[in-house]
């Protein structure tokens, strides 16, 4: 099978280079990326393309093409990807809520996808792990209002972006200064601060409007009351959502783990049991980088008929929420070799 990557040379094309031989052994990989270079991952060396090169007209089609660009470029080459024949999962928010291009979470919605569809959307960072966990709990509870705060890792700004604040971060906490007094107010370093992207004339940004519009369309629910609220913290990897969730139905804290455990009707969750949240971090996501991580859980008092539920949502940004979830989507056309990296198909 013949695999394009499109971003090779970004945080979410590297880890394609990890998975696509886990999924598909022996696939033919063809990458792409601003200009012809060497690209070296952990001692495999490749050579990558300029992207411009798929606008010849002797361009070579394939069966598979990862889009890992931003939405300029992902508007600019997907439509060539299609027209040479690759099936493309495109990773930007070029797509997601084109109303023809399925916008689809491995293990929620992953249904969608049959053998007509060529394009499909893969949803923001943050909403992967998200809606991972309230796909079961909507099928089990019915879903009223949900709540979240994010804390979201520096990579998820890029590659450039993170290579910057490791940089800033090394040289920053040289200085004996307890309080952070040498660091820059709205820098990442030592500091949380709110999300970058663009804010509208509602006041939220691209970011949070992201995650609840993406939800919804995911869920099927366009009439979910959602709001979010998205800063950023110093950690390279692992984005951390804060959940308050009023189901429709009642529900105790033993039937609400015992739906998140399922791994059925829950794939590709993990469940840290408990309220205390012992072993539940950002971190702890690169131990365990294709699941969403969920604990935390408790019963919210504030609802008296005992549907409020509070948790806490884990997920590597760059695989569960992002490439990891690409693959899934993909191994529904070409089934993945590797069951951990093959979507079950199921329906919200
Ligand atoms: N990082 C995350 O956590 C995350 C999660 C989910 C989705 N996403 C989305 O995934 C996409 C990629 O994110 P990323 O974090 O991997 O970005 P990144 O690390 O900044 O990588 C960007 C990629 O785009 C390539 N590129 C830049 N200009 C180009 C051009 N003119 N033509 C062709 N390729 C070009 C870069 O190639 P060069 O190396 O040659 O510059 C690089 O391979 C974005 O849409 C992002 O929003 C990111």
Aim: glycine residues 10%.
């Amino acid at each position: 099978m013949r695999i394009c990557i499109l971003g090779a040379t970004g945080l979410v094309g590297r880890e394609l280079l990890h998975l696509l031989p886990r999924a598909w052994p022996g696939c033919a990989l063809e990458l792409y990326a601003s200009r012809d270079q060497a690209l070296e991952v952990e001692g495999r060396h490749y050579a990558v393309r300029g992207a411009e090169a798929l606008d010849a007209v002797d361009a070579v089609g394939g069966q598979l093409a990862f889009v890992a660009l931003d939405d300029e470029h992902s508007a600019r080459y997907v439509p060539r990807l299609r027209a040479l024949g690759y099936k493309v999962i495109d990773k930007s928010n070029t797509y997601r809520l084109d109303p023809a291009v399925p916008l689809v979470v491995a293990g929620v919605n992953d249904g969608l996808v049959d053998a007509g569809t060529s394009l499909v959307a893969n949803p923001n960072c943050t909403t992967i792990p998200l809606a991972l966990v309230l796909g079961p709990l909507r099928r089990r509870f019915g879903l009223g209002r949900v709540t979240v705060a994010s804390y979201q890792a520096i990579s998820g700004a890029g590659l450039a972006v993170l290579d910057q604040f490791l940089l800033e971060a090394r040289v920053g906490y040289q200085s004996p200064d307890r309080l952070g007094q040498q660091l820059a107010p709205a820098g990442y370093v030592g500091n949380t601060v709110p999300h970058n992207a663009r804010t509208d004339e509602g006041g939220f940004s691209a970011e949070e409007r992201k995650l609840m519009a993406e939800s919804c369309k995911i869920l099927a629910a366009p009439e979910l009351a959602i709001s979010a609220q998205c800063c950023r913290v110093p950690v390279a990897v692992g984005h951390y959502e804060q959940v308050w969730i009023e189901c429709e139905r009642p529900l105790t804290l033993a039937e609400a783990e015992a739906t998140l455990a399922d791994e059925r009707g829950a794939p590709f969750v993990r469940v840290f049991p408990g309220s205390e949240g012992v072993g539940l971090s950002a971190l702890a996501c690169v131990q365990d980088r294709d699941r969403a991580l969920v604990g935390r859980m408790r019963l919210d008092a504030r609802d008296a008929l005992g549907r409020g539920l509070c948790l806490t949502v884990a997920g590597d940004n760059l695989r569960v929420g992002a490439a990891t979830n690409a693959v899934r989507i993909a191994a529904r056309w070409f089934p993945a070799a590797d069951p951990t990296l093959q979507a079950p198909g199921m329906l919200p």
